[in-house]
T-cell receptor, first 113, second 115 residues
Framework: AQSVTQLGSHVSVSEGALVLLRCNYS??????LFWYVQYPNQGLQLLLKYTSAATLVKGINGFEAEFKKSETSFHLTKPSAHMSDAAEYFC???????????FGTGTRLTIIP | ETGVTQSPTHLIKTRGQQVTLRCSSQ?????VSWYQQALGQGPQFIFQ???????GRGNFPPRFSGLQFPNYSSELNVNALELDDSALYLC??????????????FGPGTRLTVL
């Protein structure tokens, strides 16, 4: 069964610094991959998705992620952190033919002024 | 275009009671999925409904049940509530299963507290 691992439950970066949030999937067949953001007391908002087209995916709010099959990874980056980026970030995988999204446990991003 | 809506926003129940949560899917979507997000965890798949039929189920007991209506809105019912059922319940809608990417659009969630 598919599993998604997010390394680092908490990440702190200074405002203006690079943001790097890590995500690895387990399946031998590359799934579709998603990054969602969750602000306090809110639902999930899609940041970006990989669907087997370009391996470098650009999303909203300046985020991007690179799919690397050899590393079974889909890490999320942003060149310059902003205070408004403070939130919980979830990586999720969907294997075609399966109805569900499998989520990682999330990474809480804190921005230091 | 109307997004996914859920009601109620918050709910407090006592152990053993029953609860019904409601979800309206995004316009044009005929598939609804339900997820449970415990505090500090990622969402866990409960089940999915497509054209009023259950189309897949996660590792949840039968006391978690659902319905989908002809207008594609959905209900999640939980019987015999337990303390561990306290969580944020998220509804997500999507186009028909089998379409590419299965992008799911989430509602704001219902926060259920079981005392």
């Amino acid at each position: 069964a598919q599993s998604v691992t997010q390394l680092g439950s908490h990440v702190s970066v200074s405002e203006g610094a690079l943001v790097l949030l890590r995500c690895n999937y387990s399946s031998s067949v590359p799934p579709y991959l998603f990054w969602y953001v969750q602000y306090p007391n809110q639902g999930l908002q899609l940041l970006l998705k990989y669907t087997s087209a370009a391996t470098l995916v650009k999303g909203i709010n300046g985020f991007e992620a690179e799919f690397k099959k050899s590393e079974t990874s889909f890490h999320l980056t942003k060149p310059s952190a902003h205070m408004s980026d403070a939130a919980e970030y979830f990586c999720a995988a969907h294997n075609f033919g399966n109805e569900k999204l499998t989520f990682g446990t999330g990474t809480r991003l804190t921005i230091i002024p | 275009e109307t997004g996914v809506t859920q009601s109620p926003t918050h709910l407090i129940k006592t152990r053993g009671q029953q609860v019904t949560l409601r979800c309206s899917s995004q316009s044009g979507h005929n598939t609804v999925s339900w997820y449970q997000q415990a505090l500090g965890q990622g969402p866990q798949f409960i089940f999915q409904y497509y054209r009023e039929e259950e189309n897949g189920r996660g590792n949840f007991p039968p006391r978690f049940s659902g319905l989908q209506f002809p207008n594609y809105s959905s209900e999640l019912n939980v019987n015999a509530l337990e303390l561990d059922d306290s969580a944020l319940y998220l509804c997500a809608s999507s186009p028909a299963p089998g379409t590419t990417s299965n992008e799911q659009f989430f509602g704001p969630g219902t926060r259920l507290t079981v005392l």
